[in-house]
T-cell receptor, first 112, second 115 residues
Framework: DQQVKQNSPSLSVQEGRISILNCDYTNSMFDYFLWYKKYPAEGPTFLISISSIKDKNEDGRFTVFLNKSAKHLSLHIVPSQPGDSAVYFCAANYNQGGKLIFGQGTELSVKP | DVKVTQSSRYLVKRTGEKVFLECVQDMDHENMFWYRQDPGLGLRLIYFSYDVKMKEKGDIPEGYSVSREKKERFSLILESASTNQTSMYLC??????????????FGSGTQLSVL
């Protein structure tokens, strides 16, 4: 039972354009959401997060949007850069300390 | 910077062997986690620990055990390795305070192949 789903295994965008990565969840108890970024041969690194009391959080080129009624969140990267090419994991948590539930990941490729 | 170190980058073992994966963190984090990453399945939690000598099962604990004798070290043990345990294993740590607990710091991973 996949509680956090990333239905697009891959995404390709042109440098300078917007990248939109999507994530859906099923458990309405989740109250905190995170995005991690993973380069090959490295562990995932924290990118940005959002609490369920908000619907948007912005950090530089990265913005996460949360739609609780649709149980959907998205990560926007504007403008996209070749160095953003990586696998992006969506994760969720519900007041259980650090236990995170991850999605399957989306591989983003930003072409020059 | 937080550093989470996994002892091996690549490991090849035979079916039935007992396998130890070691993880050490240097930031005095209370929480430690073991995940495995498989294509199409993302990261799945195997075991975690919120304190020394304490452990809790994650979503896929079957065939694994863990040991946390010291705060900085969290070991994953495959009691009798099987081919379906071929995977990338990722260790992570975090602080115990709730807002920080959710921000995990990961090691670089150990790619285990069981033949």
């Amino acid at each position: 039972d996949q509680q956090v789903k990333q239905n697009s295994p891959s995404l390709s965008v042109q440098e300078g354009r917007i990248s939109i990565l999507n994530c859906d969840y099923t458990n309405s108890m989740f109250d905190y959401f995170l995005w991690y970024k993973k380069y090959p041969a490295e562990g995932p690194t924290f990118l940005i997060s959002i609490s369920s009391i908000k619907d948007k959080n912005e950090d530089g080129r990265f913005t996460v949007f949360l739609n609780k009624s649709a149980k959907h969140l998205s990560l926007h990267i504007v403008p996209s850069q070749p160095g953003d090419s990586a696998v992006y994991f969506c994760a969720a948590n519900y007041n259980q300390g650090g236990k995170l539930i991850f999605g399957q990941g989306t591989e983003l490729s930003v072409k020059p | 910077d937080v550093k989470v170190t996994q002892s091996s980058r690549y490991l090849v073992k035979r079916t039935g062997e007992k396998v130890f994966l070691e993880c050490v963190q240097d930031m005095d984090h209370e929480n430690m986690f073991w995940y495995r990453q498989d294509p199409g399945l993302g990261l799945r939690l195997i075991y975690f620990s919120y304190d020394v000598k304490m452990k809790e099962k994650g979503d896929i604990p079957e065939g694994y055990s863990v040991s946390r004798e010291k705060k900085e070290r969290f070991s994953l043990i495959l009691e009798s390795a099987s081919t379906n345990q071929t995977s990338m294993y990722l260790c992570a740590s975090s602080l115990s305070r709730l807002r920080q607990a959710r921000k995990l710091f990961f090691g670089s991973g150990t790619q285990l192949s069981v033949l």
